[in-house]
Structure formats: C-alpha cells, structure tokens
C-alpha cells in the first residue's frame, strides 16, 4: 500500500506579493523552499490561514533572502498582500518508508526569517 504524507512546511508565512498577470505559481524564496527541501515546479497546496482559501500550485523560485511569497496567476484571487498561509507539500511512500519518514517543517518570523526547522509536529492535547 502507498501512503501519502506531509512531506514538508512553511509554517505561516506571510504573502508578500499577489500577481495576477504572472503567468501562475507560488514564487517563495529560495533559502525558503531549500530549508523546506521543496523542489521547483514541485506540486504545492497552499492553506490561507486569513481567508480559509485553500488551494493548489506548483513553486517556483524567488529571490534567495527576500522572504519573497508570490501568489500568482489565477491563485491571486484566492490571497492578498500579508494574508497568513501555510505551504505544504506531500509525497506518496511505502510502509516502511513511512515509519522513517520525518517531515521538513520551517518556522519563519513575521519577515518569513526563518527561526526554526523542525521534524515533528508536537502531540496535540485533549
């Protein structure tokens, strides 16, 4: 059986342009997306934390150290300029795959600094 998980995060990053004449993508700095390990023209969701927008893209590169997040295309109806959202991607793997895997989460400041990168999702409590 192939299971599909969480393969890596930007944690609430802030959107930083919106381009609807671009011609599509997300365009997220590149010392973002290489801390994350996400790969251009790599398939991402985008989870817009202000707005509940939820929909999907692919990455393209940005300006390395420019906390760069460029909602474009059609997708530039879906967020604004400083909208909060979470950028995901996922990747298909076997069982044993699976019991190894840990996912590449980034933690930015309200910058899209990064503070942190992580390989858990701490237990939620009840």
Known sequence: MRLTLLKSKLHRVTVTN?????EGSCAIDTELMDAAGMHEYERIEIYNVTNGERFATYAIRGEAGSGMISVNGAAAHKAEVNDIVIICTYAEMDGAEASEHKPKLVYVNERNEILRV????PEQAA
Do not use: D, N
Request: hydrophobic share 45%; aromatic share 12%; glycine share 22%.
């Open 118 to 121: 992580s390989g858990a999702i």
């Open 18 to 22: 919106v381009e609807l004449g671009y």
